[in-house]
């Protein structure tokens, strides 16, 4: 899908923890293009695009593709960062929703790899000591992978 007249770009809605569209991001195809990614968000209700799925587990992922297709292809919740932080709003409500579970699934470069430990770390200081919080190491990002290795990871 192309935005206007820009064929090499694409138009996502993002959407918050009431699936109600808060802001859209625009992602750039071309290779060398810069800025990769436009978000903007129009609502002040999240900084986060939520997938909501299975209420018992949730995954973080880095980019708005992974955090769909995990979805999708899990069943799971999900939430994209579209950054490599987590900010106090988006730490509220995944403590408001209760997860017992929460894998943190980011880029394998090393800024994912940063980010990926300290949103360990501030998990495993919020949450209840019985939500079990795992950080997946993968070379692949989740958006990469088949639907079955998206189920393997989880098992």
Known sequence: IGVGHDQHKVALEL?????GVVGYQVRNLLPTAKPKYITRFYKN???VAWFLGNKETL??????LS???TNQDTGYSCIA?????????T???ISD???KQVYIWLDPDEAGIKGANKVSKTLRHFLPTKTKIFTVRSMKE????SPKELKETFT
Do not use: A, G, W
């Not at 995954?59 to 708005?64: L, M, Q």
């Not at 960062?81 to 709003?89: A, E, G, I, Q, V």
């Open 15 to 19: 959407r918050d923890i009431n699936n």
């Open 45 to 47: 209700t999240t900084d």
């Open 59 to 64: 995954v973080i992922t880095e980019d708005y």
């Open 67 to 69: 955090s769909y297709r």
């Open 81 to 89: 960062l579209l950054r490599t932080s987590l900010t106090d709003k």
């Open 91 to 93: 730490l509220m409500q």
């Open 97 to 99: 929703l209760n997860f």
């Open 142 to 145: 989740p958006k990469e992978c």
